[in-house]
Structure formats: structure tokens, C-alpha cells
T-cell receptor, first 109, second 114 residues
Framework: QKEVEQNSGPLSVPEGAIASLNCTYS??????FFWYRQYSGKSPELIMS????GDKEDGRFTAQLNKASQYVSLLIRDSQPSDSATYLC?????????FGAGTRLTVKP | DARVTQTPRDKVTEMGQEVTMRCQPI?????VFWYRQTMMQGLELLAYFRNRAPLDDSGMPKDRFSAEMPDATLATLKIQPSEPRDSAVYFC????????????FGEGSRLTVL
């Protein structure tokens, strides 16, 4: 069974702080890892992808991958109220894309 | 502006009725996924297709759900008979195998079974 686990939250951080979101996965053969953002009532949209161990930075977002620990994380620096959303971790194995249940993030002004 | 189109956006039906949801993937995309999202279960994978061939539908209740892709521009998800526990938002997503795995989601079909 391919599983992707996330803390459901809610996670609340003050504006300007760093938000840290975590995800673990069960299938060691997983090849690609993604973070999607979903605003309430909307569909998920891709914000970050990562394929190799280490960090990948894109603006205020940093994705971290540790395949040995089967762990993926997303850091959001200088959090803004507009970052308030549910963040979904997605893991791909042989084109089978599985999602975690998502972590709801609230950034308070 | 290329996007995934899903119909209907909202559907209210009574238990036992047949429900068909349709999806038009982005032109040129060769993978199509069907997901179901509820507050309790999150985003569950129901089925997916590559080049119109079904690769995995193990997430679907086989006795009542069926997914097909009659041509490259249409994917369907059918529930017969529907039950109240099927109430959820159903998302279709399409992607390109060679394109880093990014999926583009439709706006979803909200199903309510009374």
C-alpha cells in the first residue's frame, strides 16, 4: 500500500514567520515529490517539485527531500496571509500519483 | 488558456441513481487521473489512464464505479447505483508523462447523494 502521511494541522503562524510542513511516504521506490497548494473551494495547484536529496529553493519556498528517511518538507519563509491554504504532499511512483490528506495552514496578520 | 474541464460542477441526486462525471483533459496530455476528496479522507486516487489505457483502478469500488476514456478528449467516471457515502468532490487531473509529473486539476465536480 502506497501511503503519504501529513499532519492535518491546523498549523497557525504569524505573518512574517517561517511555516514548516512535513510529509512522510511509505514506498521506497518513489521517484518524484511535489507540493500542491489548495485554497478553500478551489482545486490543487503545483507550487514545488523535488527529485533528488537535498534542498530546492524557489522564492520564499524551500522543499527538502531525504529519501533515506522517506521524508519531504516544505518551508515557507516570510509567511503571508495569502499563503493560508491547505498544502498537499504528492508522491509519484511509476506515474501513480498519491496525495497526503493535506495540512491546513493559517497565517495570521 | 489550456485547462482541464469538468462537468457537472455540482450534482445533487438521490440514492440509487446513476451519476456520470465528465472530464476534458488538456490537449496533448497523455495521463488522466480521477481523485475523490472528502474532509475525512483527503484526496484519494480512484483511477488513472496513460494514453487512454487504464493503468490502475484499484482505488475504486468496483461494484459501483467505472472509469473509461473513450477518446483522448474525454474521460468519464460513472457511479451506479450512487450511495450517500459517495458524496464528495471529484477531481480530474491531466499531465504529460515526460513533463516532470506535474498534474493540472479541473475545478472539480461536487456530488451530493441524498
Amino acid at each position: 500500500q502506497k501511503e503519504v502521511e501529513q499532519n492535518s494541522g491546523p498549523l497557525s503562524v504569524p505573518e512574517g514567520a517561517i511555516a514548516s510542513l512535513n510529509c512522510t511516504y511509505s514506498d521506497r521506490g518513489s521517484q518524484s515529490f511535489f507540493w500542491y497548494r489548495q485554497y478553500s473551494g478551489k482545486s490543487p495547484e503545483l507550487i514545488m517539485s523535488i527529485y533528488s536529496n537535498g534542498d530546492k529553493e524557489d522564492g520564499r519556498f524551500t522543499a527538502q527531500l531525504n529519501k533515506a528517511s522517506q521524508y519531504v518538507s516544505l518551508l515557507i519563509r516570510d509567511s503571508q496571509p495569502s499563503d493560508s491554504a491547505t498544502y498537499l504532499c504528492a508522491v509519484e511512483y511509476n506515474n501513480d500519483m498519491r496525495f497526503g490528506a493535506g495540512t491546513r495552514l493559517t497565517v495570521k496578520p | 488558456d489550456a485547462r482541464v474541464t469538468q462537468t457537472p460542477r455540482d450534482k445533487v441526486t438521490e440514492m440509487g441513481q446513476e451519476v456520470t462525471m465528465r472530464c476534458q483533459p488538456i490537449l496533448g496530455h497523455n495521463t488522466v487521473f480521477w481523485y475523490r476528496q472528502t474532509m475525512m479522507q483527503g484526496l484519494e486516487l480512484l483511477a488513472y489512464f496513460r494514453n487512454r489505457a487504464p493503468l490502475d483502478d484499484s482505488g475504486m469500488p468496483k461494484d459501483r464505479f467505472s472509469a473509461e476514456m473513450p477518446d483522448a478528449t474525454l474521460a468519464t467516471l460513472k457511479i451506479q447505483p450512487s450511495e450517500p457515502r459517495d458524496s464528495a468532490v471529484y477531481f480530474c487531473a491531466s499531465g504529460l508523462v515526460s513533463n516532470t509529473g506535474e498534474l493540472f486539476f479541473g475545478e472539480g465536480s461536487r456530488l451530493t447523494v441524498l
